[in-house]
């Protein structure tokens, strides 16, 4: 995509039934560096992120908290925008489900997809905390128990609204094959294909008003709530101004839209179903990133290992979380945390090679010149392609790749001063040395921006003026093993 142009980044929309986890926090994290690269690259950026908050489940915690619902979810969602905001996201937008503009795009949604929705009766089985029907199939395989929020299946049988997603299958398998809406990684696209080649049945797009009054009134019909593939899933063209919205017809298609792997269907099937129902463009490219595991298991409460993402940022900063989750998280794949792995990345790679590095050089270059160098406008870069390659990731969402090629040019930095000595040399000669790798470094620090915003400003703050100064305090310190 050419410079100065529009893009729009979504991230799927957390359920407010529980406290933010560890996975919110990088669904949040990975639509961050993506929004600041694509500004980087001279883009007017719309980064929307927000909160999921109607559905069976929130009613259910709302009555266990004590709390009507709306007072729940507004106390529920400040919990994900305080996650933002200490997670330093630089999002453009926060969209609210209960939010009254939503709900009234919502309906209008609704509206324009009458052509494809009917009433009929469901029964079968249905998970309360999936918020989703299961197939014999499905219940079959687990036993009756849903193996993810551990409680039984329930048999239903009730008067829906359904949408004809049947209707759509052939074009949706047309919009992934032609390209047309990409998604990455490729097993992610594999195992839609396979869905696909399952069929497609209609799906339930509405709930009774008299077993589920915490919703969007269906319009014209307030015996039933929207159900949360209409309610919840529009909220990413509800939060442009759909349908009538100037930045609607500005930036949409999403040009990504940043997913977990375990809401793949919903976005890559049911999502696309209704923006084709719509007569709309499908969104443009779904980034479905990997789970965390810890030690080699599975986050679980029972097993005390749950990793708190405001708590690590609390003990070891946001410099050493953005660094471990967007580095040694892989962008394609499940991830392990450890501490010792957390720990260990933090000191022996950003603060011994790249902390060091600038300490070097802004020592040297006092020693050597004064703190004046000639500060070159263009970097030396070690690696001719780097920016081509540096581009091609970001585009494909190899978060991982990316920041492994702006760590490379460090390592060079540090070989090229070994190599050179300039703290042996006389000033004429060492002074050459130090302005290459100043220029590279600044170099470095423009391409390190969307991983480490915030330490790369510390970073060009330092060789930004006329005179360098010398070195008051390290510009990052290490942390031992207690955090």
């Known amino acids: 995509?050419?410079?100065?142009?529009?893009?729009?980044?979504?991230?799927?929309?957390?359920?407010?039934?529980?406290?933010?986890?560890?996975?919110?926090?990088?669904?949040?994290?990975?639509?961050?560096?993506?929004?600041?690269?694509?500004?980087?690259?001279?883009?007017?950026?719309?980064?929307?992120?927000?909160?999921?908050?109607?559905?069976?489940?929130?009613?259910?915690?709302?009555?266990?908290?004590?709390?009507?619902?709306?007072?729940?979810?507004?106390?529920?969602?400040?919990e994900f925008k305080g996650l933002a905001a200490k997670l330093g996201i630089s999002y453009d937008r926060f969209i609210r489900t209960t939010d009254e503009d939503h709900c009234r795009r919502a309906q209008s949604v609704w509206q324009r997809l009458q052509a494809y929705i009917y009433k009929g009766f469901y029964e079968g089985w249905y998970c309360r905390g999936c918020e989703d029907y299961k197939t014999e199939t499905v219940v079959k395989a687990t036993e009756g128990r849903c193996p993810d929020h551990d409680r039984d299946y329930e048999k239903i049988k009730e008067e829906n609204y359904f949408f004809k997603l049947?209707?759509?299958?052939?074009?949706?398998?047309?919009?992934?094959?032609?390209?047309?809406?990409?998604?990455?990684?490729?097993?992610?696209?594999?195992?839609?294909?396979?869905?696909?080649?399952?069929?497609?049945?209609?799906?339930?797009?509405s709930r009774p008003a008299a077993n589920l009054s915490w919703g969007i009134e269906v319009p014209g019909d307030p015996s039933h709530v929207m159900y949360v593939w209409c309610d919840a899933l529009s909220n990413y063209i509800t939060v442009l101004g759909y349908p009538d919205g100037r930045d609607f017809a500005a930036f949409w298609p999403a040009d990504v839209q940043v997913i977990g792997r375990d809401i793949?269907?919903?976005?890559?099937?049911?999502?696309?179903?209704?923006?084709?129902?719509?007569?709309?463009?499908?969104?443009?490219?779904?980034?479905?990133?990997?789970?965390?595991?810890?030690?080699?298991?599975?986050?679980?409460?029972?097993?005390?290992?749950?990793?708190?993402?405001?708590?690590?940022?609390?003990?070891?900063?946001?410099?050493?979380?953005?660094?471990?989750?967007?580095?040694?998280?892989?962008?394609?794949d499940n991830g392990d945390f450890?501490?010792?792995?957390?720990?260990?990345?933090?000191?022996?790679?950003?603060?011994?090679?790249?902390?060091?590095?600038?300490?070097?050089?802004?020592?040297?270059?006092?020693?050597k010149a004064a703190g004046r160098l000639p500060k070159r406008a263009v970097p030396a870069w070690s690696q001719a392609n780097?920016?081509?390659?540096?581009?091609?990731?970001?585009?494909?969402?190899?978060?991982?790749?990316?920041?492994?090629?702006?760590?490379?040019?460090?390592?060079a930095l540090n070989r090229l001063l070994e190599r050179k000595k300039p703290w042996e040399l006389e000033p004429a000669e060492a002074v050459p040395v130090l302005d290459q790798a100043v220029a590279t470094l600044a170099g470095v620090c423009r391409l390190l921006t969307p991983f480490l915003p915030d330490l790369s400003a510390r970073i060009e703050e330092i060789f930004a003026h006329s005179e360098v100064s010398p070195v008051e305090k390290p510009l990052l310190g290490k942390i031992d093993d207690a955090g």
């Open 338 to 367: 450890s501490y010792r792995r957390f720990i260990d990345a933090y000191n022996n790679e950003l603060v011994d090679q790249l902390g060091n590095l600038v300490r070097r050089l802004q020592t040297l270059a006092w020693q």
């Open 1 to 78: 995509m050419k410079q100065g142009s529009n893009f729009f980044i979504t991230t799927a929309i957390p359920y407010v039934n529980a406290k933010p986890h560890l996975g919110h926090a990088l669904l949040f994290t990975y639509g961050d560096v993506l929004a600041r690269y694509r500004r980087l690259e001279g883009d007017r950026v719309i980064f929307s992120i927000g909160t999921d908050e109607h559905g069976a489940k929130v009613a259910e915690k709302a009555l266990e908290a004590g709390r009507p619902e709306q007072a729940f979810v507004d106390e529920m969602s400040a």
């Open 386 to 411: 780097l920016e081509t390659d540096y581009r091609r990731h970001f585009a494909d969402c190899r978060f991982d790749q990316a920041f492994h090629l702006v760590f490379a040019e460090v390592k």
């Open 166 to 205: 049947s209707a759509f299958a052939g074009r949706i398998r047309e919009e992934i094959e032609s390209g047309r809406l990409r998604i990455v990684p490729e097993a992610a696209r594999a195992e839609t294909l396979g869905w696909l080649d399952q069929g497609l049945e209609d799906i339930s797009f």
């Open 264 to 332: 793949l269907r919903f976005h890559a099937l049911i999502w696309p179903g209704i923006l084709l129902g719509l007569g709309l463009p499908v969104q443009r490219q779904l980034y479905v990133h990997g789970l965390v595991t810890v030690e080699g298991r599975k986050m679980s409460k029972t097993l005390g290992n749950v990793v708190e993402p405001l708590e690590l940022v609390a003990d070891y900063g946001l410099d050493a979380f953005r660094y471990f989750f967007l580095r040694h998280q892989p962008a394609y």
